[in-house]
């Protein structure tokens, strides 16, 4: 499928960074897209512009020590890699998972450099977070690890530099503890250096529900490319953290139907229509498992344990939990049901070969870096704000989301359409999110 030189390139991309597959994956699947570049533009080449894309421009790795509820002393590890800043200061968010190692903060930094290109705001990409879990922690270890974390991040970091935000594991109560640190050992109350902060400290309405309303945007346009609209449609949706609820929120408003959510333990299928407001109590709220909706939820509802929320019939999904989540036979299952658009909430969430079949079967794919990006493009947004020292209303902010989705979804149309894939949104996303980095780079010479 590759020429010999993108063949080459992504060989020794790959012997390079061993040990790192989703990272590997991430770069083979920009890769497969830009095959119907290479002829139009052998400037790229010339300039090895991919071998420099590839390379992050700053990787950093550090100790994080801090002690726990019974005094012993804990350490993680932590990661920043600031991948790109053609287009503007890093930007990116922070995961706290036990599963988070380089190659995924690796794959999640380069997904972010095209995913924020496509926004059509002036930010680069990067990534990091560390291999801790704040679930089960009490606060007082949650705070004492972000304030260790930042003690190191901070001098790595800048509204003009690096400007990192939440992804898994980080909401709102850790931006706060990282960025009351960060003012701490500055003594500057530089409100642009993270987002994703409190609405009473330089945050923006809007920036909570972002990526998750964003999806459902992208995917009501998916719908409506194909004269079809969301309204009364059954919909899955997997997760149940930050997108997966505000996912659900924004499909309700427009009409459809999410009849499924789930986490690490199963899932939860309600027929009659997921309620949303016993849902965030439970999992915003009171950080319980999933099953506890279906046994307070009564009639509806009901809980399975293990097993795939890809088998319940739907006409939309949107997976919005994890990379890799859906495989093969989800996919198969899904287009054996008869699902019609499938838009990425998570970043990666569907397996390569998940992704073959939809195409395959000729079913509207949205990826991850068009479908979530309504996330960080708010996140943009939220360093406006800090910029002018304003604050947005919630209407104007949730405009500004909408109408970047929108272009974000024409964009990758337009893009499929003028390099012969019509109706392909991965190679509208990548190669539209491409060219502008690839162009900028191109400005700047060798560097
Ligand atoms: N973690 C989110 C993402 O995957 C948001 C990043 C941000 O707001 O900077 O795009």
Same mark, same amino acid.
């Given at each position: 499928?590759?020429?010999?030189?993108?063949?080459?390139?992504?060989?020794?991309?790959?012997?390079?960074?061993?040990? =790192?597959?989703?990272?590997?994956?991430?770069?083979?699947?920009?890769?497969?897209?830009?095959?119907?570049?290479?002829?139009?533009?052998?400037?790229?080449?010339?300039?090895? %512009?991919?071998?420099?894309?590839? =390379?992050?421009?700053?990787?950093? %790795?550090?100790?994080?020590?801090?002690?726990?509820?019974?005094?012993?002393?804990?350490?993680?590890?932590?990661?920043?890699?600031?991948?790109?800043?053609?287009?503007?200061?890093?930007?990116?968010?922070?995961?706290?998972?036990?599963?988070?190692?380089?190659?995924?903060?690796?794959?999640?930094? !380069?997904?972010?450099?095209?995913?924020?290109?496509?926004?059509?705001?002036?930010?680069?990409?990067?990534?990091?977070?560390?291999?801790?879990?704040?679930?089960?922690?009490?606060?007082? @270890?949650?705070?004492?690890?972000?304030?260790?974390?930042?003690?190191?991040?901070?001098?790595?970091?800048?509204?003009?530099?690096?400007?990192?935000?939440?992804? %898994?594991?980080?909401? $709102?109560?850790?931006?706060?503890?990282?960025?009351?640190?960060?003012?701490?050992?500055?003594?500057?109350?530089? $409100?642009?250096?993270?987002?994703?902060?409190?609405?009473?400290?330089?945050?923006? /309405?809007?920036?909570? &529900?972002? *990526?998750?309303?964003? +999806?459902?945007?992208?995917?009501?346009?998916?719908?409506?490319?194909?004269?079809?609209?969301?309204?009364?449609?059954?919909?899955?949706?997997?997760?149940?953290?930050?997108?997966?609820?505000?996912? %659900?929120?924004?499909?309700?408003?427009?009409?459809?139907?999410?009849?499924?959510?789930?986490?690490?333990?199963?899932?939860?299928?309600?027929?009659?229509?997921?309620?949303?407001? /016993?849902?965030?109590?439970?999992?915003?709220?009171?950080?319980?498992?999933?099953? &506890?909706?279906?046994?307070?939820?009564? #009639?509806?509802?009901?809980?399975?344990? #293990?097993?795939?929320?890809?088998?319940?019939?739907?006409?939309?999904?949107?997976?919005?939990? *994890?990379?890799?989540?859906?495989?093969?036979?989800?996919?198969?299952?899904?287009? #054996?049901?008869?699902?019609?658009?499938?838009?990425?909430?998570?970043?990666?969430?569907? *397996?390569? &070969?998940?992704?073959? /079949? !939809?195409?395959?079967? #000729?079913?509207?794919?949205?990826?991850?870096?068009?479908?979530?990006?309504?996330?960080?493009?708010?996140?943009?947004?939220?360093?406006?704000?800090?910029?002018?020292?304003?604050?947005? +209303?919630?209407?104007?902010?949730?405009?500004? /989301?909408?109408?970047?989705?929108?272009?974000?979804?024409?964009?990758?149309?337009?893009?499929? @359409?003028?390099?012969?894939?019509?109706?392909?949104?991965?190679?509208?996303?990548?190669?539209?999110?491409?060219?502008?980095?690839?162009? $900028?780079?191109?400005?700047?010479?060798?560097?």
């Amino acid at each position: 499928m590759f020429d010999t030189s993108l063949q080459e390139t992504l060989d020794s991309v790959i012997a390079r960074n061993p040990g =790192e597959p989703e990272f590997h994956q991430a770069v083979r699947e920009v890769f497969d897209s830009l095959a119907v570049i290479q002829e139009r533009h052998p400037e790229y080449n010339d300039l090895a %512009i991919l071998t420099r894309l590839c =390379e992050p421009e700053r990787q950093i %790795i550090f100790r994080v020590p801090w002690v726990d509820d019974r005094g012993a002393v804990r350490v993680n590890r932590g990661f920043r890699v600031e991948f790109n800043s053609a287009l503007g200061p890093y930007k990116g968010g922070l995961r706290f998972r036990e599963s988070v190692n380089l190659g995924i903060v690796k794959f999640l930094g !380069f997904e972010q450099i095209f995913k924020n290109s496509l926004t059509g705001l002036p930010i680069g990409g990067g990534k990091g977070g560390s291999d801790f879990d704040p679930a089960g922690k009490s606060d007082g @270890e949650v705070m004492r690890f972000c304030q260790s974390f930042m003690t190191e991040l901070h001098r790595h970091i800048g509204e003009h530099t690096d400007v990192p935000a939440g992804d %898994i594991g980080v909401g $709102a109560r850790e931006i706060g503890y990282m960025f009351g640190q960060y003012k701490r050992l500055t003594n500057r109350y530089e $409100a642009g250096v993270l987002t994703g902060k409190g609405l009473d400290w330089g945050g923006s /309405l809007v920036r909570k &529900e972002a *990526t998750g309303y964003g +999806t459902a945007v992208f995917a009501e346009e998916m719908l409506a490319a194909r004269g079809e609209g969301l309204d009364g449609r059954p919909v899955a949706v997997s997760g149940s953290g930050n997108v997966a609820l505000y996912a %659900i929120e924004k499909v309700h408003q427009l009409g459809g139907r999410v009849v499924t959510a789930s986490d690490s333990t199963g899932y939860i299928v309600d027929e009659a229509g997921i309620d949303l407001d /016993l849902l965030k109590q439970i999992k915003e709220v009171e950080r319980g498992r999933i099953r &506890e909706y279906a046994e307070r939820r009564g #009639g509806s509802a009901r809980f399975v344990s #293990g097993g795939s929320v890809w088998d319940v019939p739907v006409d939309v999904a949107l997976p919005c939990a *994890t990379q890799n989540e859906l495989h093969e036979s989800d996919a198969k299952s899904l287009i #054996g049901n008869g699902v019609v658009v499938v838009a990425e909430g998570a970043n990666m969430p569907c *397996t390569p &070969e998940a992704v073959e /079949l !939809f195409r395959a079967a #000729g079913i509207a794919f949205g990826p991850g870096k068009a479908a979530n990006a309504g996330g960080v493009a708010t996140s943009a947004l939220e360093m406006q704000q800090n910029a002018s020292r304003d604050a947005w +209303t919630f209407d104007y902010a949730e405009g500004r /989301l909408t109408e970047i989705m929108r272009s974000i979804h024409a964009n990758c149309l337009e893009t499929a @359409e003028e390099y012969g894939r019509p109706g392909d949104y991965v190679v509208g996303a990548n190669v539209a999110g491409f060219r502008k980095v690839a162009d $900028a780079m191109m400005a700047f010479g060798v560097i």
